[in-house]
């Protein structure tokens, strides 16, 4: 069993860690940009269904099909980029300081979140409660400052 001090330790590194990784996310992240691709791309689909209800094998479906890939594959890249940051981040976190920091803890067993009495499913737990609650956070934030410029810019698309 892990004492308080760990405990109190790893639901604290797991708080840093969330707000690490959620302020990684945001900052290689063009949100704004995200957020304009998939009102276009909602646009572009409705747009794409009417044609493709009547007539599915109108080269105008395909032009639209292929316009709305190109707009999904660049929102993909957007979003993927902090990954490529985060993931050896994750696993020097997980496997060299959590290990480091809680001394004497022995291997995990194979799913760690379902036994909360060692140190990485604590962890990993806490990581993503935070984690979805601070990107909750900041979405909302980000969407109410930015839906007025949006409905315009969706307004002007033809």
């Known amino acids: 069993m892990l004492s308080d001090i760990y405990i109190v330790m790893l639901i604290l590194g797991g708080i840093g860690y969330s707000l690490l990784t959620v302020g990684v996310q945001y900052a290689l992240t063009n949100m704004k940009r995200v957020y304009e691709l998939q009102g276009i791309m909602q646009i572009k689909t409705k747009e794409l269904n009417e044609l493709a209800k009547k007539d599915p094998r109108h080269p105008s479906v395909k032009a639209k099909q292929d316009e709305v890939m190109q707009l999904a594959s660049e929102s993909m890249k957007n979003q993927t980029k902090p990954m490529l940051v985060l993931f050896p981040v994750s696993l020097a976190v997980f496997y060299v300081i959590l290990p ?4 004497g803890i022995h291997a995990p067993p194979l799913v760690p979140v379902l036994n909360l009495s060692y140190y990485q499913g ?5 990581s993503i409660i935070f984690n979805i609650v601070i990107t909750r956070v ?5 969407v109410k400052k930015e839906e007025p410029q949006l409905e315009a810019e969706a307004a002007k698309l033809p």
Do not use: E, G, S
Request: no cysteine; aromatic share 14%; charged share 15%.
């Open 100 to 103: 480091w920091a809680v001394p």
């Open 122 to 126: 604590l962890f990993i737990v806490t």
């Open 138 to 142: 900041m979405q909302r934030r980000l």
